[in-house]
Protein backbone atom coordinates (compact mmCIF):
# COMPACT_ATOMS: atom_id res chain seq x y z
CA UNK A 1 0.00 0.00 0.00
CA UNK A 2 2.64 2.41 1.02
CA UNK A 3 4.61 1.66 -2.03
CA UNK A 4 2.08 2.20 -4.42
CA UNK A 5 1.33 5.38 -2.72
CA UNK A 6 5.06 6.50 -2.88
CA UNK A 7 5.37 5.71 -6.76
CA UNK A 8 2.05 6.89 -8.01
CA UNK A 9 3.12 10.92 -7.63
CA UNK A 10 6.11 9.73 -8.91
CA UNK A 11 4.35 7.77 -11.86
CA UNK A 12 2.22 10.95 -12.02
CA UNK A 13 4.74 13.50 -12.27
CA UNK A 14 7.18 11.55 -14.96
CA UNK A 15 3.75 11.40 -17.36
CA UNK A 16 2.97 15.08 -16.77
CA UNK A 17 6.50 15.98 -17.56
CA UNK A 18 6.57 13.88 -20.76
CA UNK A 19 3.46 15.47 -21.52
CA UNK A 20 4.45 19.04 -21.21
CA UNK A 21 7.53 17.87 -23.51
CA UNK A 22 5.82 15.83 -26.47
CA UNK A 23 3.36 18.40 -26.58
CA UNK A 24 5.95 21.70 -26.96
CA UNK A 25 7.43 19.94 -29.99
CA UNK A 26 6.13 20.42 -33.61
CA UNK A 27 8.89 18.80 -35.57
CA UNK A 28 7.99 14.73 -36.25
CA UNK A 29 11.67 13.52 -36.18
CA UNK A 30 12.66 15.33 -32.49
CA UNK A 31 9.17 14.19 -30.95
CA UNK A 32 9.40 10.77 -31.88
CA UNK A 33 13.27 10.74 -30.83
CA UNK A 34 11.84 12.62 -27.27
CA UNK A 35 9.17 9.84 -27.37
CA UNK A 36 11.32 6.98 -27.37
CA UNK A 37 13.93 8.82 -24.63
CA UNK A 38 11.17 9.29 -22.28
CA UNK A 39 9.46 5.72 -23.17
CA UNK A 40 13.17 3.73 -22.47
CA UNK A 41 13.92 5.98 -19.41
CA UNK A 42 10.58 5.31 -17.70
CA UNK A 43 11.14 1.61 -17.28
CA UNK A 44 14.35 1.24 -17.85
CA UNK A 45 14.93 -0.66 -21.91
CA UNK A 46 18.11 -1.08 -23.30
CA UNK A 47 17.07 -0.37 -26.68
CA UNK A 48 13.52 0.95 -29.02
CA UNK A 49 12.15 1.90 -31.97
CA UNK A 50 8.64 3.40 -33.05
CA UNK A 51 6.81 1.68 -36.15
CA UNK A 52 3.79 3.61 -38.18
CA UNK A 53 1.45 2.29 -39.97
CA UNK A 54 2.42 3.24 -43.72
CA UNK A 55 -0.50 5.06 -45.80
CA UNK A 56 -1.23 1.07 -47.39
CA UNK A 57 -2.32 0.17 -44.15
CA UNK A 58 -1.21 -3.50 -42.39
CA UNK A 59 1.08 -5.32 -42.58
CA UNK A 60 3.33 -2.45 -44.39
CA UNK A 61 4.72 -0.33 -41.35
CA UNK A 62 7.60 1.73 -41.22
CA UNK A 63 10.50 2.42 -38.74
CA UNK A 64 9.96 5.91 -37.99
CA UNK A 65 12.42 6.23 -35.17
CA UNK A 66 15.01 4.16 -33.23
CA UNK A 67 17.46 4.12 -30.37
CA UNK A 68 20.95 2.11 -29.15
CA UNK A 69 20.37 0.41 -32.57
CA UNK A 70 23.76 -0.28 -34.68
CA UNK A 71 23.37 0.49 -38.44
CA UNK A 72 24.21 -3.65 -39.32
CA UNK A 73 21.23 -3.83 -36.54
CA UNK A 74 18.51 -1.90 -38.45
CA UNK A 75 17.33 -4.48 -41.18
CA UNK A 76 16.25 -6.48 -37.35
CA UNK A 77 14.19 -4.34 -37.20
CA UNK A 78 11.55 -5.24 -39.96
CA UNK A 79 11.73 -8.78 -39.02
CA UNK A 80 11.09 -7.37 -34.88
CA UNK A 81 8.05 -5.91 -36.72
CA UNK A 82 6.57 -8.64 -38.33
CA UNK A 83 6.01 -10.69 -35.03
CA UNK A 84 5.46 -8.70 -31.61
CA UNK A 85 5.24 -5.37 -32.94
CA UNK A 86 2.24 -6.78 -36.06
CA UNK A 87 0.76 -8.92 -33.46
CA UNK A 88 0.29 -5.83 -30.79
CA UNK A 89 -1.03 -3.39 -33.05
CA UNK A 90 -3.51 -5.73 -34.60
CA UNK A 91 -5.05 -7.32 -31.22
CA UNK A 92 -5.06 -3.50 -29.94
CA UNK A 93 -3.45 -4.64 -26.41
CA UNK A 94 0.50 -4.18 -24.75
CA UNK A 95 2.47 -7.07 -25.21
CA UNK A 96 4.90 -8.05 -22.32
CA UNK A 97 7.61 -10.71 -22.40
CA UNK A 98 9.38 -11.77 -18.98
CA UNK A 99 11.72 -14.50 -20.91
CA UNK A 100 11.56 -13.56 -24.79
CA UNK A 101 13.56 -16.44 -25.35
CA UNK A 102 10.63 -18.88 -24.10
CA UNK A 103 7.41 -17.71 -25.01
CA UNK A 104 5.78 -20.02 -27.53
CA UNK A 105 4.82 -17.19 -29.66
CA UNK A 106 7.98 -15.14 -30.50
CA UNK A 107 10.87 -17.53 -28.87
CA UNK A 108 12.07 -18.97 -32.38
CA UNK A 109 11.44 -16.05 -34.34
CA UNK A 110 15.44 -15.11 -35.73
CA UNK A 111 15.57 -11.62 -34.51
CA UNK A 112 14.88 -12.93 -31.03
CA UNK A 113 17.24 -15.88 -31.23
CA UNK A 114 19.95 -13.72 -33.43
CA UNK A 115 19.91 -10.80 -31.01
CA UNK A 116 19.33 -12.61 -28.18
CA UNK A 117 16.39 -10.37 -26.80
CA UNK A 118 15.93 -11.39 -23.09
CA UNK A 119 12.95 -9.11 -22.51
CA UNK A 120 10.29 -7.42 -24.62
CA UNK A 121 7.54 -4.73 -24.26
CA UNK A 122 5.15 -3.33 -26.90
CA UNK A 123 2.64 -1.08 -26.70
CA UNK A 124 0.26 0.21 -29.25
CA UNK A 125 -0.40 3.97 -30.22
CA UNK A 126 -4.15 4.24 -30.81
CA UNK A 127 -5.47 7.40 -31.58
CA UNK A 128 -9.58 7.62 -31.17
CA UNK A 129 -9.72 3.17 -31.74
CA UNK A 130 -7.30 3.82 -34.80
CA UNK A 131 -4.09 2.26 -34.14
CA UNK A 132 -1.36 4.03 -35.91
CA UNK A 133 2.07 2.09 -34.62
CA UNK A 134 3.74 0.86 -31.95
CA UNK A 135 6.42 1.49 -29.15
CA UNK A 136 8.89 -1.24 -29.08
CA UNK A 137 11.48 -1.51 -26.13
CA UNK A 138 13.59 -4.41 -25.17
CA UNK A 139 16.68 -5.32 -23.33
CA UNK A 140 19.74 -8.03 -24.54
CA UNK A 141 21.12 -8.06 -20.69
CA UNK A 142 18.59 -9.02 -18.39
CA UNK A 143 15.63 -11.42 -18.54
CA UNK A 144 12.53 -10.44 -16.28
CA UNK A 145 14.05 -6.65 -16.61
CA UNK A 146 10.19 -5.43 -17.36
CA UNK A 147 7.28 -5.87 -14.84
CA UNK A 148 3.60 -6.02 -14.87
CA UNK A 149 3.89 -2.75 -13.46
CA UNK A 150 5.50 -1.32 -16.34
CA UNK A 151 2.63 -1.36 -18.87
CA UNK A 152 0.19 1.35 -17.04
CA UNK A 153 2.71 4.55 -17.28
CA UNK A 154 3.96 3.11 -20.77
CA UNK A 155 0.21 2.67 -22.21
CA UNK A 156 -0.07 5.71 -21.14
CA UNK A 157 3.14 7.60 -22.46
CA UNK A 158 1.60 5.64 -25.87
CA UNK A 159 -1.64 7.16 -25.63
CA UNK A 160 -0.05 10.75 -25.05
CA UNK A 161 2.24 10.42 -28.08
CA UNK A 162 -0.35 9.16 -30.46
CA UNK A 163 -2.15 12.67 -29.96
CA UNK A 164 1.32 14.29 -30.19
CA UNK A 165 2.14 12.37 -33.30
CA UNK A 166 -1.00 13.11 -34.55
CA UNK A 167 -0.65 17.62 -34.12
CA UNK A 168 3.25 16.84 -35.42
CA UNK A 169 1.73 15.50 -38.75
CA UNK A 170 -0.77 17.74 -38.90
CA UNK A 171 1.15 20.52 -38.03
CA UNK A 172 3.48 19.98 -40.79
CA UNK A 173 0.53 19.24 -42.91
CA UNK A 174 -0.98 22.37 -42.47
CA UNK A 175 2.65 24.40 -42.96
CA UNK A 176 3.28 22.72 -46.14
CA UNK A 177 -0.28 23.51 -47.35
CA UNK A 178 0.35 26.74 -46.33
CA UNK A 179 3.68 26.90 -48.24
CA UNK A 180 2.51 25.75 -51.17
CA UNK A 181 -1.01 27.97 -51.25
CA UNK A 182 1.43 30.99 -50.28
CA UNK A 183 3.45 30.19 -53.55
CA UNK A 184 0.31 29.46 -55.36
CA UNK A 185 -0.45 32.86 -54.59
CA UNK A 186 2.46 34.76 -55.70
CA UNK A 187 2.27 32.40 -59.16
CA UNK A 188 -1.10 33.33 -59.55
CA UNK A 189 -1.99 37.10 -57.94
CA UNK A 190 1.39 38.38 -57.55
CA UNK A 191 2.09 39.44 -53.82
CA UNK A 192 0.52 39.56 -50.76
CA UNK A 193 0.57 43.31 -50.04
CA UNK A 194 -1.56 43.87 -53.33
CA UNK A 195 -5.45 43.27 -53.91
CA UNK A 196 -6.72 42.38 -56.91
CA UNK A 197 -8.04 39.66 -59.19
CA UNK A 198 -9.54 41.31 -61.91
CA UNK A 199 -8.12 40.89 -65.38
CA UNK A 200 -5.96 44.17 -65.42
CA UNK A 201 -4.21 43.38 -62.11
CA UNK A 202 -3.87 40.02 -63.08
CA UNK A 203 -1.43 41.36 -66.21
CA UNK A 204 0.20 43.58 -63.41
CA UNK A 205 1.11 40.50 -61.25
CA UNK A 206 2.30 38.73 -64.34
CA UNK A 207 4.40 41.11 -65.42
CA UNK A 208 5.97 42.17 -61.91
CA UNK A 209 6.48 38.72 -61.45
CA UNK A 210 8.46 38.65 -64.97
CA UNK A 211 11.26 41.66 -63.60
CA UNK A 212 11.56 41.24 -59.58
CA UNK A 213 14.49 38.71 -60.01
CA UNK A 214 16.34 41.52 -62.85
CA UNK A 215 18.35 44.73 -62.30
CA UNK A 216 16.21 46.25 -65.72
CA UNK A 217 14.62 49.60 -64.78
CA UNK A 218 11.20 49.97 -64.09
CA UNK A 219 8.56 52.77 -65.25
CA UNK A 220 5.19 52.21 -63.00
CA UNK A 221 2.47 54.66 -64.52
CA UNK A 222 -1.32 55.05 -62.79
CA UNK A 223 -3.22 57.49 -61.54
CA UNK A 224 -2.74 58.88 -58.03
CA UNK A 225 -3.78 56.12 -55.30
CA UNK A 226 -3.33 53.15 -57.55
CA UNK A 227 -0.70 51.94 -55.25
CA UNK A 228 2.40 52.55 -57.52
CA UNK A 229 4.65 52.58 -54.55
CA UNK A 230 2.99 49.28 -53.14
CA UNK A 231 4.14 47.65 -56.52
CA UNK A 232 7.58 49.06 -55.60
CA UNK A 233 8.04 47.86 -52.76
CA UNK A 234 6.96 44.46 -54.17
CA UNK A 235 9.19 44.26 -56.95
CA UNK A 236 12.14 45.02 -54.56
CA UNK A 237 11.28 42.91 -51.41
CA UNK A 238 10.70 40.10 -53.80
CA UNK A 239 13.75 39.82 -55.60
CA UNK A 240 17.32 39.19 -54.98
CA UNK A 241 17.86 42.69 -53.30
CA UNK A 242 14.99 42.09 -50.67
CA UNK A 243 18.29 41.65 -48.04
CA UNK A 244 19.38 45.78 -49.16
CA UNK A 245 17.56 49.05 -48.41
CA UNK A 246 14.72 50.39 -50.69
CA UNK A 247 14.85 54.48 -50.31
CA UNK A 248 11.71 56.55 -51.32
CA UNK A 249 11.85 59.58 -53.02
CA UNK A 250 9.18 61.90 -54.12
CA UNK A 251 10.16 64.10 -56.70
CA UNK A 252 7.62 66.64 -57.03
CA UNK A 253 7.45 70.07 -56.03
CA UNK A 254 11.06 69.88 -54.25
CA UNK A 255 13.47 72.77 -55.14
CA UNK A 256 16.28 71.54 -57.45
CA UNK A 257 18.97 72.42 -55.07
CA UNK A 258 17.27 70.39 -52.12
CA UNK A 259 16.36 67.18 -54.79
CA UNK A 260 20.14 67.56 -55.67
CA UNK A 261 21.71 67.15 -51.78
CA UNK A 262 19.14 64.80 -51.00
CA UNK A 263 19.95 62.25 -53.97
CA UNK A 264 23.35 62.78 -54.55
CA UNK A 265 24.41 64.17 -50.98
CA UNK A 266 26.69 67.33 -50.04
CA UNK A 267 30.00 67.88 -48.74
CA UNK A 268 30.73 70.12 -45.63
CA UNK A 269 30.64 73.78 -46.66
CA UNK A 270 28.69 73.48 -50.14
CA UNK A 271 26.02 75.61 -49.13
CA UNK A 272 24.29 78.19 -46.47
CA UNK A 273 23.56 75.03 -43.93
CA UNK A 274 25.60 72.45 -44.96
CA UNK A 275 27.28 72.27 -41.91
CA UNK A 276 28.83 68.50 -42.16
CA UNK A 277 29.23 65.91 -44.97
CA UNK A 278 25.98 63.97 -45.84
CA UNK A 279 25.63 60.72 -47.93
CA UNK A 280 22.92 61.07 -50.66
CA UNK A 281 20.07 59.08 -50.73
CA UNK A 282 21.46 57.54 -53.68
CA UNK A 283 24.65 56.14 -51.55
CA UNK A 284 22.27 55.00 -48.79
CA UNK A 285 20.23 52.72 -51.56
CA UNK A 286 23.60 51.09 -52.83
CA UNK A 287 22.93 47.50 -53.88
CA UNK A 288 19.61 47.97 -53.28
CA UNK A 289 16.45 49.76 -54.90
CA UNK A 290 15.83 53.60 -55.14
CA UNK A 291 12.12 54.64 -55.47
CA UNK A 292 11.66 57.70 -57.50
CA UNK A 293 7.91 58.93 -57.25
CA UNK A 294 6.66 61.38 -59.55
CA UNK A 295 9.79 61.34 -61.53
CA UNK A 296 7.72 63.53 -64.32
CA UNK A 297 7.83 66.20 -62.16
CA UNK A 298 11.87 66.10 -62.12
CA UNK A 299 13.43 69.81 -63.96
CA UNK A 300 15.55 69.45 -67.34
CA UNK A 301 18.73 70.45 -64.01
CA UNK A 302 17.74 67.19 -62.77
CA UNK A 303 16.68 65.36 -65.45
CA UNK A 304 20.39 65.76 -66.78
CA UNK A 305 21.76 64.47 -63.51
CA UNK A 306 19.46 61.28 -63.04
CA UNK A 307 20.71 60.17 -66.99
CA UNK A 308 24.27 60.58 -65.71
CA UNK A 309 23.53 57.81 -62.56
CA UNK A 310 21.64 55.64 -65.15
CA UNK A 311 24.18 55.67 -67.88
CA UNK A 312 27.63 55.63 -65.80
CA UNK A 313 26.35 54.56 -62.35
CA UNK A 314 27.88 57.65 -61.01
CA UNK A 315 27.00 60.43 -58.94
CA UNK A 316 28.71 63.35 -57.40
CA UNK A 317 28.17 64.93 -53.92
CA UNK A 318 27.14 68.64 -54.34
CA UNK A 319 30.46 70.75 -53.74
CA UNK A 320 32.61 67.64 -54.36
CA UNK A 321 34.74 66.69 -56.59
CA UNK A 322 35.25 62.99 -56.12
CA UNK A 323 32.95 60.46 -58.12
CA UNK A 324 31.38 57.78 -56.82
CA UNK A 325 30.04 54.70 -57.90
CA UNK A 326 26.79 53.23 -57.12
CA UNK A 327 24.86 49.92 -57.82
CA UNK A 328 21.42 50.95 -57.37
CA UNK A 329 18.18 49.60 -58.99
CA UNK A 330 16.26 52.75 -60.33
CA UNK A 331 12.10 51.74 -59.70
CA UNK A 332 10.23 55.36 -60.93
CA UNK A 333 6.70 56.02 -61.00
CA UNK A 334 4.30 58.56 -62.43
CA UNK A 335 0.86 59.63 -62.70
CA UNK A 336 1.58 61.69 -65.72
CA UNK A 337 2.55 60.56 -69.28
CA UNK A 338 6.06 60.89 -69.96
CA UNK A 339 5.67 60.22 -73.76
CA UNK A 340 3.15 62.95 -73.75
CA UNK A 341 5.43 64.83 -71.97
CA UNK A 342 8.51 63.99 -74.19
CA UNK A 343 6.81 64.69 -77.40
CA UNK A 344 6.17 67.97 -76.00
CA UNK A 345 10.31 68.36 -75.18
CA UNK A 346 9.44 69.02 -70.87
CA UNK A 347 11.02 65.20 -70.61
CA UNK A 348 14.00 64.30 -72.24
CA UNK A 349 13.67 61.33 -74.43
CA UNK A 350 17.15 59.97 -73.37
CA UNK A 351 16.34 59.53 -69.69
CA UNK A 352 12.71 58.46 -70.78
CA UNK A 353 13.72 55.41 -72.49
CA UNK A 354 16.53 54.63 -69.75
CA UNK A 355 13.69 54.62 -67.07
CA UNK A 356 10.73 52.72 -69.01
CA UNK A 357 13.28 49.62 -69.90
CA UNK A 358 9.62 47.95 -68.30
CA UNK A 359 6.61 49.37 -68.04
CA UNK A 360 4.29 48.19 -65.93
CA UNK A 361 0.39 50.78 -66.02
CA UNK A 362 -1.91 50.06 -62.83
CA UNK A 363 -5.64 50.64 -63.56
CA UNK A 364 -7.34 52.97 -61.83
CA UNK A 365 -10.52 50.90 -59.50
CA UNK A 366 -13.28 52.16 -61.70
CA UNK A 367 -11.60 49.53 -64.23
CA UNK A 368 -11.36 47.21 -61.46
CA UNK A 369 -14.52 46.49 -60.76
CA UNK A 370 -14.51 43.01 -59.61
CA UNK A 371 -12.04 44.03 -57.10
CA UNK A 372 -14.18 46.44 -55.21
CA UNK A 373 -15.98 43.73 -53.04
CA UNK A 374 -12.47 42.16 -52.40
CA UNK A 375 -10.59 45.30 -51.34
CA UNK A 376 -13.67 46.75 -49.21
CA UNK A 377 -14.03 43.61 -47.10
CA UNK A 378 -9.32 44.03 -47.11
CA UNK A 379 -9.87 47.37 -45.64
CA UNK A 380 -12.73 46.14 -43.23
CA UNK A 381 -10.80 43.69 -41.61
CA UNK A 382 -7.85 46.28 -41.35
CA UNK A 383 -9.46 48.62 -39.50
CA UNK A 384 -12.42 46.76 -37.82
CA UNK A 385 -10.85 46.30 -34.79
CA UNK A 386 -10.90 46.48 -31.04
CA UNK A 387 -14.11 48.41 -29.98
CA UNK A 388 -15.56 47.84 -33.51
CA UNK A 389 -14.85 44.39 -34.07
CA UNK A 390 -18.87 43.49 -34.30
CA UNK A 391 -19.05 44.99 -37.58
CA UNK A 392 -19.57 41.93 -39.55
CA UNK A 393 -19.66 43.88 -43.52
CA UNK A 394 -21.92 45.29 -45.79
CA UNK A 395 -25.41 45.48 -46.55
CA UNK A 396 -26.47 45.08 -50.19
CA UNK A 397 -27.03 48.87 -51.18
CA UNK A 398 -23.64 49.41 -49.77
CA UNK A 399 -22.07 47.23 -52.04
CA UNK A 400 -23.95 48.29 -54.99
CA UNK A 401 -22.61 52.05 -54.34
CA UNK A 402 -19.26 51.32 -54.14
CA UNK A 403 -19.38 48.89 -57.30
CA UNK A 404 -21.36 51.96 -59.07
CA UNK A 405 -18.93 54.81 -57.75
CA UNK A 406 -16.06 55.88 -59.87
CA UNK A 407 -13.15 56.38 -57.64
CA UNK A 408 -11.59 59.56 -58.41
CA UNK A 409 -9.28 58.55 -55.87
CA UNK A 410 -9.00 55.30 -56.47
CA UNK A 411 -7.62 52.61 -53.99
CA UNK A 412 -6.59 54.89 -51.36
CA UNK A 413 -10.03 56.95 -51.31
CA UNK A 414 -11.52 53.46 -50.99
CA UNK A 415 -9.25 52.51 -48.17
CA UNK A 416 -10.04 56.42 -46.49
CA UNK A 417 -13.95 55.54 -47.02
CA UNK A 418 -14.03 52.46 -45.44
CA UNK A 419 -12.06 53.60 -42.42
CA UNK A 420 -14.25 56.58 -42.01
CA UNK A 421 -17.57 53.99 -42.30
CA UNK A 422 -15.54 51.65 -39.80
CA UNK A 423 -15.63 54.52 -37.24
CA UNK A 424 -19.86 55.63 -38.17
CA UNK A 425 -21.43 52.60 -38.45
CA UNK A 426 -23.26 51.59 -34.91
CA UNK A 427 -24.74 48.80 -36.78
CA UNK A 428 -23.29 45.12 -38.14
CA UNK A 429 -23.42 46.23 -41.42
CA UNK A 430 -21.90 48.94 -43.19
CA UNK A 431 -24.93 50.93 -44.97
CA UNK A 432 -24.62 53.64 -48.13
CA UNK A 433 -25.20 56.56 -45.54
CA UNK A 434 -22.18 55.19 -43.89
CA UNK A 435 -19.85 55.19 -46.90
CA UNK A 436 -20.67 59.15 -47.44
CA UNK A 437 -19.37 58.79 -50.62
CA UNK A 438 -19.68 61.86 -53.07
CA UNK A 439 -21.84 62.43 -55.73
CA UNK A 440 -20.22 61.59 -59.07
CA UNK A 441 -19.63 64.51 -60.92
CA UNK A 442 -21.92 64.64 -64.99
CA UNK A 443 -19.48 64.31 -67.65
CA UNK A 444 -18.89 62.31 -70.93
CA UNK A 445 -17.62 58.89 -70.24
CA UNK A 446 -15.78 59.63 -73.96
CA UNK A 447 -13.48 62.43 -75.00
CA UNK A 448 -14.65 64.75 -77.67
CA UNK A 449 -13.19 63.14 -80.92
CA UNK A 450 -13.87 59.67 -79.83
CA UNK A 451 -15.32 58.17 -83.07
CA UNK A 452 -17.84 55.40 -82.83
CA UNK A 453 -15.46 52.29 -83.60
CA UNK A 454 -13.28 54.14 -80.64
CA UNK A 455 -16.55 53.54 -77.99
CA UNK A 456 -17.43 50.00 -79.52
CA UNK A 457 -13.58 49.10 -78.38
CA UNK A 458 -13.81 51.32 -75.27
CA UNK A 459 -17.32 49.71 -74.08
CA UNK A 460 -16.04 46.09 -74.95
CA UNK A 461 -13.39 46.46 -72.87
CA UNK A 462 -14.50 48.15 -69.55
CA UNK A 463 -17.31 45.46 -69.67
CA UNK A 464 -14.60 42.67 -70.03
CA UNK A 465 -12.80 44.47 -67.32
CA UNK A 466 -16.37 44.70 -65.01
CA UNK A 467 -16.97 41.24 -65.81
CA UNK A 468 -13.38 39.88 -64.75
CA UNK A 469 -12.57 38.75 -68.59
CA UNK A 470 -15.63 36.27 -68.75
CA UNK A 471 -15.87 36.49 -72.70
CA UNK A 472 -20.04 34.56 -72.34
CA UNK A 473 -21.06 37.09 -69.71
CA UNK A 474 -19.02 40.21 -71.50
CA UNK A 475 -20.98 38.55 -74.72
CA UNK A 476 -24.69 39.01 -73.03
CA UNK A 477 -23.99 41.59 -71.67
CA UNK A 478 -23.07 43.82 -74.76
CA UNK A 479 -25.77 41.64 -76.79
CA UNK A 480 -23.34 40.23 -79.13
CA UNK A 481 -22.43 36.71 -79.97
CA UNK A 482 -19.11 34.98 -78.27
CA UNK A 483 -17.69 34.49 -82.36
CA UNK A 484 -18.38 38.02 -82.43
CA UNK A 485 -16.78 39.00 -79.68
CA UNK A 486 -13.63 37.04 -80.23
CA UNK A 487 -12.95 37.88 -83.58
CA UNK A 488 -13.00 41.49 -82.30
CA UNK A 489 -10.50 41.23 -79.30
CA UNK A 490 -8.61 39.15 -82.02
CA UNK A 491 -8.81 41.82 -84.35
CA UNK A 492 -8.22 44.99 -81.96
CA UNK A 493 -5.05 42.97 -80.15
CA UNK A 494 -4.27 42.19 -76.13
CA UNK A 495 -2.62 45.76 -75.70
CA UNK A 496 -5.91 47.55 -75.97
CA UNK A 497 -7.13 49.69 -73.82
Not at 62 to 88: D, W
Not at 152 to 163: D, H, R
Not at 337 to 343: H, P
Request: proline share 4%; aromatic share 6%.
Amino acid sequence: MTKAKESAPSSLQTLSSIAATINSLEDPDRLLERILESAMQAIDAERGFILLVSPNGLPDLEVKGYLNFKEAELGELERISRSAVTEVIRSGEPLLLYEAQKDDRFGSTNSVVVEQIQSIACVPLTLKSRRIGAIYLDSISQRGRFTRDSLPLLTAIANQSAVAIENARLYQSIREENRRLRGEIQRIHGFNEIIGRSRPMREVFETTSRVIDSDASVLIQGESGTGKELVARAIHYNGHRKDKPFVAVFCGSLPDELLESELFGHRKGAFTGAVSDKKGLFEVANHGTIFLDEVGDLSPRMQTSLLRVLQEGEIRRVGDTDIRRVDVRIVSATNKSLEDLTGSGDFREDLYYRLNTIDIVLPPLRRRGSDIDLLAHHFLDQFAVDGRSGIRGFDEPALDAMRSYPWPGNVRELENVIERAVVMCGRELIGVDDLRLRPPEKQDPFEPGTTLKDMERIVTFRTLDELDGNISEAAKSLGVSRRWLHYKLKEWGPDSP
